[in-house]
Nanobody, 124 residues
Framework: QVQLVESGGGLVQAGGSLRLSCAASGRTISGVGTGWFRQAPGKEREFVAAINRSGGSTYYADFVSGRFTISRDSAKNTMYLQMNSLKPEDTAVYFC?????????????????WGQGTQVTVSS
């Protein structure tokens, strides 16, 4: 049974930073691609960032604009999202997900396993 648990969300002022963590169990986090998505109230879930199986490639949404960095620690079976220069429009619930072996990194349907989400609130 794959389980993903996010942590690290919270309230931060605009311009601040947060680091989200996603601890995996039941499946190695480096065995497949993994990613971060977010969902703001009244909006659809959207892609934020992903890292491929080998860790050699990363993918980011355009709105990240160099502010976020995805990484992982295979020894801890944990993935991270370092978020800097946060903006109020980054406010959302952030989800980590493990990808299937096929499908686009940018599409939520490619990810069969999801965490419960962690709230990020950025105040202006």
């Amino acid at each position: 049974q794959v389980q993903l648990v996010e942590s690290g969300g919270g309230l931060v002022q605009a311009g601040g930073s947060l680091r989200l963590s996603c601890a995996a169990s039941g499946r190695t986090i480096s065995g497949v691609g993994t990613g971060w998505f977010r969902q703001a109230p009244g909006k659809e879930r959207e892609f934020v960032a992903a890292i491929n199986r080998s860790g050699g490639s990363t993918y980011y949404a355009d709105f990240v604009s160099g502010r976020f960095t995805i990484s992982r620690d295979s020894a801890k079976n944990t993935m991270y999202l370092q978020m800097n220069s946060l903006k109020p429009e980054d406010t959302a619930v952030y989800f980590c997900a493990q990808k299937d072996y096929s499908g686009s990194y940018y599409v939520a349907l490619s990810y069969p396993y999801w965490g419960q989400g962690t709230q990020v609130t950025v105040s202006s």
